[in-house]
């Protein structure tokens, strides 16, 4: 089989945005929270995507955030920027604002809401990697946006120069390795629990909600499949499956059981923004205790 290409690296976290108590943004936290990222096992990092809270952070906080964790990283980890909005406009518009800023590529989300046919969906695509020198990476997550990227749609956008990319959230395993097969597009696993599934199949990594918390564990499961010991690779992805069924799929947003368990840590975080509540106590102490299982697994 052919190895497919990794534009953006092969670890990348989807990161939250850290805020002070008070709701601001807490750019030195972001820089120390995007050190330790790279520094344990992250080579790229997805900056404002939803984890990132972009619903509720204005267009200047997103250029303030890529450029304060590109000072704190330099070249070591490539940065995807979120973009994606519902206005064709607006995207193209934070497309140019991300390459100024600094980040190595974008990422760009289905317009959402107005639930547009394909055809326009395609050219919504087209006209943000238009718009700016970036290479784009497309963002399929129907689940909250309402509109897939049909296949055959993700295969004529193959065609473009600067779209390279796919964050895979459509929970569709067969029309993503039809897209595999058929374009030498890099696709990354956007959901934690499909991050071995997808590598064995060809993916070129993933975007890690979980990785906020463990990227040397996420890391690991994709080095050991790399060294050809599926064994200990799918070992290490069901280790991780109780801590990432409660960080991803027990009811809560990624972004919110994230900052729970960050700051229970330490680490930076802060505040979620409304319309987002924070976990409760009781919650935020189950996932520390999946937390130290997992370390001790």
């Known amino acids: 089989m052919t190895i497919r290409r990794k534009p953006f690296g092969r670890t990348l976290c ?12 807490d750019l030195e936290g972001a820089r120390r929270l ?13 900056l404002n995507g939803t984890t990132g809270e972009s619903p509720t952070t204005t267009d200047a ?3 303030e955030l890529i450029a304060a964790v590109r000072e704190a990283v330099g070249d070591r980890a490539a940065l995807v920027a979120g973009v994606g909005t519902a206005d064709t406009r607006h995207t193209a518009e ?13 990422l760009v989300v289905t317009p959402y809401y107005s639930r547009p046919p394909q055809e326009a969906v395609e ?36 065609e473009h120069p600067r779209i390279v990319a796919v964050k895979d959230c459509s929970y569709d395993f067969l029309g993503t390795q039809k897209v595999l097969a058929r374009t030498e597009l890099a696709y990354y696993a956007g959901c934690d629990e499909h991050v071995l599934a997808l590598y064995a199949v060809g993916a070129a990594g993933c975007v890690s909600t979980v ?9 690991a499961i994709l080095d050991a499949f790399d060294a050809g010991d599926t064994i200990r690779a799918t070992e290490l992805q069901l280790n991780a499956m109780p801590l990432i069924e409660a ?10 059981t994230a900052k729970a368990l960050l700051g229970r840590l330490g680490l930076p975080a802060g505040p979620v923004r409304p319309p ?7 919650t935020t102490d189950g996932l520390r205790a999946l937390y130290e299982q997992l370390l001790a697994a």
């Not at 989807?14 to 943004?25: D, K, N, Q, R, V």
């Not at 960080?247 to 919110?256: D, I, Q, Y």
């Not at 987002?276 to 009781?282: E, W």
Request: proline letters at 7%; glycine letters at 12%.
């Open 14 to 25: 989807a990161m939250i945005t850290p805020f002070t108590e008070a709701g601001a943004l």
């Open 34 to 46: 995007a050190d330790r990222l790279v520094a344990e096992g992250c080579d790229g990092l997805v």
């Open 61 to 63: 906080e997103k250029a």
């Open 94 to 106: 934070g497309a140019r604002a991300a390459e100024k800023a600094g980040a190595d590529g974008v």
């Open 123 to 158: 050219a919504h695509f087209r006209q943000v990697a238009d718009a700016s020198g970036l290479p784009v990476m497309l963002y399929d997550i129907p689940g909250r946006t309402g509109t897939r990227i049909e296949p055959e749609t993700m295969i004529r956008l193959a």
């Open 211 to 219: 990785a906020n918390a463990v990227p040397g564990r996420v890391a």
């Open 247 to 256: 960080m991803t799929a027990a009811g809560l947003p990624g972004t919110v």
């Open 276 to 282: 987002l509540l924070p976990a409760t106590h009781d």
